[in-house]
Nanobody
Framework: QVQLVESGGGLVQAGGSLRLSCAASGYTFSTYRMGWFRQRPGKEREFVASINWSGGSTNYADSVKGRFTISRDNTKNMVYLQMNSLKPEDTAVYYC?????????WGQGTQVTVSS
């Protein structure tokens, strides 16, 4: 069965960095676009970044462009989100997801809290 497991969240001061990881299993990872989403307190889940199957094409939400970097390692079935220059408004639960036309599988999420 498809499983996505996020890790790497935590508490960090504004201006700091975190690297989130997502371990995928149960399917042919290297053939799917992957993405990161987040849900801020009191808000709906929103798109953060995505990466195509090879890692050669990425997309970012305007709010994180230039600060966050998505990457993947198809030999390890892993997708990453490097988050730099974090702001208090980046506080959220971060989820990774798989895309097969639609975002069809989700992890359980990892909490990121940025203190001011």
């Amino acid at each position: 069965q498809v499983q996505l497991v996020e890790s790497g969240g935590g508490l960090v001061q504004a201006g700091g960095s975190l690297r989130l990881s997502c371990a995928a299993s149960g399917y042919t990872f290297s053939t799917y676009r992957m993405g990161w989403f987040r849900q801020r307190p009191g808000k709906e889940r929103e798109f953060v970044a995505s990466i195509n199957w090879s890692g050669g094409s990425t997309n970012y939400a305007d709010s994180v462009k230039g600060r966050f970097t998505i990457s993947r390692d198809n030999t390890k079935n892993m997708v990453y989100l490097q988050m730099n220059s974090l702001k208090p408004e980046d506080t959220a639960v971060y989820y990774c997801s798989r895309n097969q036309g639609t975002w069809d599988y989700w992890g359980q999420g990892t909490q990121v809290t940025v203190s001011s």
